[in-house]
């Protein structure tokens, strides 16, 4: 076991997991509904009948009454796939704890969670296009899988997440949750990303992650930035003044964020790696986007 | 300009190395390592599209402009001095007693100082002006300034003390002060005196000086201690008598209490009345063995017209009478009881009786006075004598013996006669002595003298040429008087020595005991005033009235001062005027000094600089 998943992280994840059972206690196991309408047990809608539809799912009591040939309907019932898509690009390679483990942490938790509830995970890295995915996993037993996965994800240099996700949505035939967990800097723009994997059919949940001197930079005078991602300079001179732009342009940027996730109904949820994990996660599960 | 701090070329040295050191900080900045962000992507939109380069040269140039100003403020370039015409201002300032005087309002001195001040805040830049403080001393409270601050600072330390300010040479100071200060050929000079006696101040010829004498403030009424004096009874006992003189200034009648004091005892209070310009004696006979701290003092003073007295320092008076000291005599007498009880009864005299046969020349030596009776002993004694028929041998010649010598005469002024008349003595037998060189006939004869006076360093030796057995002189009123005169100056300093009191603002002699440096001295309000002895000297003006104490040689010394001056007391003023204000719109005037003004240029560049960068014009 490496360092960021140590014992101590793994007790945490078997609290996170007690937890998100008494939250959504009621819930069955692997019964999440899926938006398939296939032979499940919760009816849905009625069609016309056609030829080769099943027989056993005519409504004779219909046919009786009005002399016309339905088929029934029903959810298919089937196991939630989940899939995380990890930023690795190097902007998360900031701050300490950096923005790239903490994420992992988030990934491997929720992770851990989905596979006791007996859902299928996998876990998509991404970086200037999709990396090496860890294929479908199902099952408790797997989580170990997860956690060498995780340990052996390197930053990569830059994001493109228009082509990564885009790549995500070509490959992938089963239609699932996709968490992102990423610090949404690209300088590409992330809403096209976004909106093509929504357009895929996939339920979509959106964490975004920062070191909090994004949030309110601490430093003073003038400051030749160096782009992490980019490796271009900027020389800034932080005044008050300058603080005070910075601070409008950064929660303008963090609302069209916001807007663009809920116009795709996307949960959306924002953290600073200040805040423990765990506190984090437990975020996601009161907002109740995980567990169904 | 001429540079009047660092020369040009240092200036020149500076700048340079300065601005050389600020380019290449400047330069190393550019330089320097970047800051990895995650993203830049806010930044960018903060910022702009804005290229900051210009924003940094500014920078740079504000800052080269500011070291420039600095360093232009440390050559303190000032104009030539015949570029404009200066005024040179010296402000006189009587500041004795009288000065403290006030009606119902500010008291002179003030009004001065606010006349003074009306007249500075006139003064150009360029002017110059000095005050100069003249009581019983000149004080030149400022050099010749322009600085207004350091004039009115010098103005609010003025405070009267002292008598007969020394005006005149107040007025020599300043014109000496004139000529060492640097005057330029076009500058103009200005001398004002400001006190309440102008009529008393002599306007000396001065070529290019504008003199002017103001009068300060208003006739105000007075009633004032002019004179209080201590001195022993002219009968030559220990006792003191205590003179006083009132006097009233006042145009209106005036009553008060006047009250002689020591701090155990009330002496006397008595009611005095007194008419515009009366004057009041009064002599008054302190108990014996009063001695300490004597105070005088007037209360209660009302004047018929309700004005108030306008000087209180002159109400009270003080002396500080020393303490009296009983005179040692050793009689050396066989049993002559006029002798013996002349002596005995004088509560003045400690008396020490021997026979002759008993008389050791030691004896002498812890005495004041040896009065020796039909006896002559072999050694003269260390102290003052008195012989009575003095043998051969002694210390007198005796020329001969005569039977009912004819008296040609006696010294009637002489102190050792004082209150005595000789002129009936009847002599039955006496020795003629013969007077040395220095000798003091007191009684004389045809061929000598009956009574002599010898001076010898210190002491002194009386010879009476008879036997007190033979004469009548023991019967007469004249004899104890006689014989306490002779104790009384064989024993003590003369009269005229006995210090009681000096005047404020006089100089005082204090007594230090030899390899002191300083004595501490407490003033009437308990301030403890170190005074440095120079030369063995302790020398020290009192400035306000009442008792001054030291310690010196482990012993308590006490000095008194008061005003007592029909001069200071006098209230009246003359002409009353005010300093003339002047006139800036000549056109003679100017900027001299640049330096405030760069260092204040530096200042609001600093600032600007500061403010440009927290709101993000400037790097």
């Known amino acids: 076991m490496g360092k960021l998943f140590d014992d101590e992280f793994l007790k945490k994840l078997e609290y996170l997991y007690l937890l998100s059972k008494k939250l959504f206690h009621g819930k069955t196991q692997a019964q999440s509904r899926s938006k398939k309408i296939g032979w499940g047990m919760e009816f849905a809608d009625y069609r016309d009948y056609a030829p080769g539809d099943d027989p056993r799912y005519l409504d004779w009591n219909l046919y009786a009454r009005v002399e016309q040939l339905v088929t029934k309907l029903f959810h298919e019932e089937e196991n939630l796939n989940v899939y995380f898509l990890l930023d690795t690009s190097k902007s998360m390679d900031f701050g300490h704890p950096s923005k790239f483990d903490y994420g992992k942490k988030v990934v491997a938790a929720l992770a851990y969670v989905a596979l006791n509830n007996l859902d299928s995970i996998a876990i998509n890295p991404f970086g200037p296009e999709l990396l090496p995915e860890l294929p479908m996993l199902r099952g408790k037993g797997q989580i170990m899988k997860v956690f060498d996965f995780l340990e052996k994800l390197e930053p990569t240099p830059t994001t493109d997440m228009l082509k990564a996700l885009a790549t995500f949505t070509a490959k992938t035939r089963t239609k699932g949750l996709v968490v992102i967990v990423s610090d949404f800097w690209d300088e590409a723009g992330y809403e096209r990303a976004l909106k093509g994997v929504y357009s895929g059919g996939f339920d979509l949940s959106a964490v975004c992650l920062h070191h909090e001197y994004e949030a309110k930079p601490k430093w003073r005078g003038t400051v030749l930035m160096a782009d992490s991602e980019t490796g271009k300079r900027h020389q800034v001179t932080i005044s008050n003044r300058a603080l005070r732009r910075y601070e409008t342009e950064y929660n303008a940027y963090l609302d069209r964020l916001r807007n663009t996730c809920h116009g795709l109904h996307c949960h959306y949820l924002y953290a600073h790696t200040s805040i423990p994990f765990e506190d984090m996660i437990l975020n996601v599960f009161r907002q109740g986007q995980f567990v169904k | 300009m001429i540079a009047n701090g660092i020369s040009w070329s240092t200036f020149g040295i500076l700048y340079g190395a300065l601005a050389a050191a600020v380019i290449l900080i400047y330069l190393l900045r550019m330089a320097r390592r970047g800051r990895a962000v995650s993203s830049t992507l806010i930044w960018q939109k903060v910022m702009g599209s804005r290229r900051s380069l210009w924003k940094e040269l500014i920078s740079l140039l504000l800052q080269l402009l500011l070291i420039l100003l600095l360093c232009l403020a440390l050559v303190d370039p000032r104009p030539p001095?015949?570029?404009?015409?200066?005024?040179?201002?010296?402000?006189?300032?009587?500041?004795?007693?009288?000065?403290?005087?006030?009606?119902?309002?500010?008291?002179?001195?003030?009004?001065?100082?606010?006349?003074?001040?009306?007249?500075?805040?006139?003064?150009?830049?360029?002017?110059?002006?000095?005050?100069?403080?003249?009581?019983?001393?000149?004080?030149?409270?400022?050099?010749?300034?322009?600085?207004?601050?350091?004039?009115?600072?010098?103005?609010?330390?003025?405070?009267?003390?002292?008598?007969?300010?020394?005006?005149a040479e107040?007025?020599?100071?300043?014109?000496?002060?004139?000529?060492?200060?640097?005057?330029?050929?076009?500058?103009?000079?200005?001398?004002?005196?400001?006190?309440?006696?102008?009529?008393?101040?002599?306007?000396?010829?001065?070529?290019?000086?504008?003199?002017?004498?103001?009068?300060?403030?208003?006739?105000?009424?007075?009633?004032?201690?002019?004179?209080?004096?201590?001195?022993?009874?002219?009968?030559?006992?220990?006792?003191?008598?205590?003179?006083?003189?009132?006097?009233?200034?006042?145009?209106?009648?005036?009553?008060?209490?006047?009250?002689?004091?020591?701090?155990?005892?009330?002496?006397?209070?008595?009611?005095?009345?007194?008419?515009?310009?009366?004057?009041?004696?009064?002599?008054?006979?302190?108990?014996?063995?009063?001695f300490g701290k004597v105070t005088a003092l007037l209360r209660k003073v009302q004047f018929a017209d309700g004005a108030h007295d306008a000087l209180a320092s002159d109400n009270a008076a003080f002396a500080f009478v020393p303490p009296t000291r009983k005179s040692k005599v050793v009689l050396v007498t066989n049993k002559n009881l006029f002798l013996y009880n002349a002596l005995a009864l004088n509560p003045e005299i400690d008396m020490v009786s021997v026979r002759p046969e008993e008389y050791r020349h030691g004896l002498s030596s812890a005495a004041d006075v040896v009065i020796f009776d039909r006896f002559t002993p072999p050694q003269e004694p260390v102290c003052s004598a008195m012989y009575f028929n003095p043998a051969p041998g002694g210390p007198f010649a005796v020329m001969s013996t005569k039977k009912k010598p004819a008296m040609t005469g006696w010294a009637e002024g002489h102190p050792l006669l004082r209150h005595v008349v000789m002129d009936t003595l009847q002599i039955d037998e006496a020795r003629i002595l013969k007077p040395a060189k220095d000798d003091v006939v007191l009684m004389g004869h045809f061929d000598g003298a009956l009574m002599l006076l010898r001076p010898r360093g210190e002491t002194f030796l009386l010879g009476v040429g008879f036997d007190l057995a033979k004469t009548d002189l023991p019967l007469q009123s004249a004899f104890p008087i006689f014989i306490h005169n002779v104790v009384h100056i064989f024993s003590r300093k003369p009269e005229g020595e006995i210090d009681t009191g000096h005047r404020i603002g006089d100089r005082v002699d204090l007594t230090v005991t030899e390899g002191r440096e300083r004595v501490v001295l407490v003033d009437p309000l308990e301030n403890k005033i170190p005074v440095a002895v120079r030369g063995g000297r302790a020398l020290y003006r009192p400035e306000m009235p009442g008792f001054y104490t030291y310690a010196d040689a482990g012993a308590l010394r006490v000095f008194a001062a008061s005003l007592l001056d029909d001069k200071e007391s006098d209230l009246t003023v003359t002409q009353a005027g005010a300093l003339p204000a002047f006139d800036n719109e000549d056109g003679r005037g100017g900027i001299e000094r640049i330096a405030p003004w760069l260092i204040l240029a530096a200042l609001l560049l600093a600032a600007l600089d500061m403010v440009l960068f927290l709101n993000g014009k400037l790097s």
């Open chain 2, 81 to 167: 001095a015949d570029s404009f015409q200066r005024r040179w201002v010296v402000l006189i300032f009587d500041a004795s007693e009288s000065m403290a005087a006030h009606g119902d309002g500010p008291s002179r001195l003030r009004l001065a100082e606010r006349d003074a001040w009306r007249m500075i805040s006139t003064l150009r830049e360029s002017d110059r002006a000095m005050i100069v403080s003249a009581a019983a001393e000149i004080d030149a409270l400022t050099p010749f300034t322009g600085n207004q601050e350091e004039l009115k600072q010098a103005l609010t330390k003025l405070k009267p003390s002292g008598t007969r300010p020394k005006i």
């Open chain 2, 170 to 290: 107040a007025i020599d100071y300043a014109l000496s002060s004139f000529a060492y200060a640097g005057v330029g050929a076009n500058d103009t000079r200005h001398l004002y005196v400001l006190t309440d006696k102008p009529e008393t101040v002599v306007a000396p010829e001065a070529e290019n000086v504008q003199l002017g004498v103001i009068g300060v403030g208003q006739t105000l009424p007075n009633l004032a201690l002019t004179s209080f004096d201590v001195r022993k009874t002219l009968n030559l006992t220990e006792a003191h008598d205590a003179l006083l003189r009132v006097t009233n200034f006042a145009d209106a009648p005036v009553s008060a209490e006047l009250a002689i004091f020591t701090p155990e005892n009330t002496i006397t209070i008595n009611r005095v009345d007194l008419g515009p310009g009366e004057t009041h004696n009064q002599v008054v006979g302190l108990p014996f063995n009063t």
